[in-house]
């Protein structure tokens, strides 16, 4: 992974929980249809953030208002990754945004079910005006390589994992990017696909491969054998078997890395998929050999 980060200042840490920078909510807004239920409001939250210089794929904190009644101390910070690049959605380094999608948990000790997350419910919640802490940027691991442009890069992404991608796409296209990209993003529905339209707009470039994977509707899994997945479902790990012959090339190439962000779920299956890509291609175990080479980079939860 050394070799990846070479000759690069990451932003680190510029502002702690107990210094937090306090941004403003400039934009929030859903980016799913309303009459979905409350498990897929999703929202895309830009702050303003003055001073606070990050990298696609670093994270920041929000430190969501109010105690936790458990300890009956202040809130602590949640992280976010960046789903920005780093001028900002305005493009003046003065912003940051987030993806947030409405969390809920079962309180077994409580007996609560369906408790709202307190810092998913504070963002989504969050209005226009509103005062936010923020803290970071942390993260240095899931970062583009300082020499990218001409490397092959292959996204996989769940639901709101999708974050990263989102800028660091930005920033590839706007710099000339050239080599093979491929984004390959999860959700539930056909009109759940974040920021679809936006990553649309890519594929004007010859270089730029995307497949969505949806998850609830009515096709189902064709390669059940090979990839199987949970009730069928078409799942990311499909869509990777499914474009095997591409990203063959791409594999066999000595630099590609390639980036998984979402749910942990997803990682199994998709290392599984590399593995049956890397025997075509005479290598047993290609997944591990690309975590090794620290060319497999994994953000999931
Ligand atoms: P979600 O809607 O629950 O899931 C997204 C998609 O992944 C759905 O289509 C889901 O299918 C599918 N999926 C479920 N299990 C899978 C598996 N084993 N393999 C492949 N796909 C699978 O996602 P979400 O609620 O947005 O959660 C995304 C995750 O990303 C969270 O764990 C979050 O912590 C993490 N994350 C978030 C950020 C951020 O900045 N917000 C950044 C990094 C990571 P079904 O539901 O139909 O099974």
Redesign the pocket.
């Known amino acids: 992974m050394a070799h990846l980060e070479a000759q690069r200042e990451i932003p680190y840490n510029l502002f702690k929980a107990k210094t937090p920078l306090w941004g403003e909510v400039l934009e929030t807004y859903r980016l799913t249809p309303p009459e979905r239920p409350e498990?897929?409001d999703?929202r895309h939250v830009v702050l303003s953030s003055t001073g606070l210089s990050y990298l696609p794929g670093q994270?920041v904190g929000i430190v969501p208002d109010g105690y936790d009644p458990r300890t009956g101390k202040p809130h602590k910070l949640r992280?976010?990754?960046?789903?920005s690049d780093s001028k900002g959605d305005y493009g003046d380094y003065k912003t940051v945004s987030?993806?947030?999608?409405r969390?809920f948990w079962n309180d077994e000790l409580g007996g609560q079910n369906r408790v709202p997350g307190v810092c998913s419910k504070f963002l989504c919640d969050c209005e226009v005006g509103e005062k936010v802490r923020i803290t970071g940027p942390v993260g240095k691991r899931f970062l583009l390589p300082t020499d990218y442009q001409q490397r092959d890069l292959i996204f996989v992404a769940?639901?709101?994992?999708i974050?990263?991608f989102r800028g660091m796409l930005k920033q590839m296209f706007e710099e000339g990017y050239e080599g093979q990209v491929f984004l390959i993003f999860?959700?539930?529905h056909s009109d759940?696909v974040l920021y679809d339209d936006e990553f649309k707009t890519y594929l004007k470039y010859p270089n730029y491969h995307y497949a969505t994977?949806?998850?609830?509707e009515a096709a189902k899994n064709p390669f059940p054998d090979i990839v199987p997945?949970?009730q069928n479902?078409i799942?990311?790990?499909v869509r990777v078997w499914e474009l095997r012959d591409e990203l063959r090339a791409s594999l066999a190439k000595p630099d590609t890395v390639i980036f998984q962000?979402?749910?942990?779920?997803?990682e199994?299956?998709?290392m599984n998929v590399i593995d049956k890509i890397g025997l075509d291609l005479g290598i047993d175990n290609l997944s591990k050999e690309l975590q090794t080479d620290g060319r497999m980079i994994l953000?999931?939860?």
Do not use: D, F, I
């Not at 987030?98 to 999608?101: A, H, I, K, L």
């Not at 769940?158 to 994992?161: D, N, Q, V």
């Not at 994977?213 to 609830?216: C, F, M, P, Q």
């Open positions: 498990e897929n999703v994270s992280l976010y990754s960046v789903a987030v993806v947030v999608v969390h769940t639901g709101t994992g974050a990263p999860g959700v539930q759940t994977a949806l998850s609830r997945t949970r479902k799942y990311v790990q962000c979402g749910l942990k779920g997803m199994t299956g998709v953000e999931v939860y």
